[in-house]
């Protein structure tokens, strides 16, 4: 569930939404999230891996939507977000049959990179987090809120080295309870949302914004999709083989086929581009919980939970310095699966060396120069 929520929560903030919107976009990704995990797991007609897969907001998203949040322009951000997810969604579903021959042209040279430059590009929204958005305010990086931060970073860590099980699983989930708990000192917990959020809300069509179509953003969020299928094939040859199911290239076009029905449905109610969890592989090899149907279970829960905005308010209780000790540890380990992508690549052999150190040099360079490209148009911004 927090691999869900996360996203949602770095775009609300980015955004700007008061508590309340920001229940109901929290509400709206584990609603959505829910539908495309019975779409992908289940499956209908030709559409769907029918593997143990959860699906859910894929980060690789976010980074990219916050540069579409951060040009001038459209007043409402979420609506030209929303048609360019739809967009993309749609064209998604339509060239699954035909991405799912290209796989031997994305090798783990480029899925390997790809993914390391995620995890790193996220890493200074967990900085901001902490440290605060307003470099004039008086309690921007004030000791409190990086002791917080820090803290919270700590046990994570800890508690992933020391936990077993079930509870090592959760690792996560528990330095947010604790961290938020020894938040309330601070006075840095914010409960306003309960005061107006309702408890039960069916998300319905366009509750949070109409689309609207800007061709930047359409571009950018085409490329998320392109980088999420990739991915995805990558995760569903892997399930596969740990399930001793191998998937063949009718399983992955129906893969595909859920994450644009999936992205597309997600736009529809208010969430984002969705695509396979990776880290769904590891429990089921760990758990060896093999059944798709028990994974479709898990898809009901988050539509339910999707269907309760005050447990978007719960959730939104947690203070961003809290929020930011533990997304360095998500983002880390985004960055780690990317190497560990990029092992296999043999970088010893011809130009794979020279491709990842060419791509990983370009991809930060907006980085270290935020605002490099500011002089340029905003459509070359936007892509770049």
């Known amino acids: 569930v927090m691999g869900v929520v996360a996203p949602p929560l770095i775009i609300g903030q980015a955004l700007g939404l008061d508590p309340v919107r920001m229940a109901l976009l929290i509400s709206a990704a584990l609603f959505t999230a829910g539908l495309a995990t019975l779409l992908q797991s289940l499956g209908v ?6 593997l143990p897969f959860v699906n859910g907001v894929t980060f690789g998203s976010v980074a990219p939507i916050l540069a579409i949040v951060a ?27 035909y991405f799912s021959r290209l796989v031997r042209f994305f090798p783990p040279v480029v899925n390997g990179t790809v993914i390391t430059l995620i995890g790193l590009s996220l890493m200074p929204v967990g900085i901001k987090w902490i440290v605060g958005q307003d470099p004039t305010a008086p309690d921007y990086a004030s000791p409190a809120k990086i002791g917080l931060g820090a803290a919270t970073f700590v046990l994570v860590l800890l508690f992933n080295r020391f936990l077993k099980g079930f509870w090592n699983r959760i690792a996560l989930l528990l330095g947010l309870l604790v961290g938020t708990l020894a938040a ?6 914010d409960a306003s949302t309960f005061d107006s959020s309702p408890v039960f809300n069916v998300p319905v069509p366009f509750e949070l914004g109409l689309p609207s179509f800007s061709p930047t953003a359409i571009i950018s969020i085409c490329i998320v999709m392109v980088v999420a299928m990739m991915e995805s094939t990558a995760d569903m040859i892997a399930l596969g083989e740990i399930v001793d199911r191998p998937a063949d290239e009718r399983t992955i076009a129906g893969g595909l086929r ?7 449905l997600s736009s529809v109610f208010g969430g984002f581009t969705c695509s396979a969890f990776a880290q769904n592989i590891g429990l089921v090899a760990l758990t060896r919980v093999r059944s798709r149907f028990v994974v479709a279970t898990a898809g009901v829960v988050m539509v339910l939970l999707g269907m309760f905005p005050v447990l978007g308010g719960v959730v939104s209780l947690v203070p961003y310095p809290v929020l930011g000790g533990a997304g360095l540890m998500l983002f880390g380990s985004i960055a780690a699966s990317g190497i560990r992508t990029l092992s296999r690549a043999h970088l010893d052999q011809g130009h794979n060396m020279f491709v990842v150190s060419v791509s990983l040099a370009v991809g930060l360079i907006p980085l270290a120069a935020p605002k490099i490209y500011q002089h340029f148009p905003q459509w070359f911004q936007t892509v770049l």
């Open 45 to 50: 007609w030709r559409i769907g891996a029918r």
């Open 71 to 97: 040009q001038p322009g459209a007043a409402n951000k979420l609506s030209v977000i929303y048609g360019a997810v739809l967009v993309a969604g749609l064209l998604a579903f339509l060239v699954a049959p």
């Open 258 to 264: 859920a994450d644009g029905l999936g992205s597309a």
């Open 184 to 189: 309330g000192p601070f006075g840095l917990i």
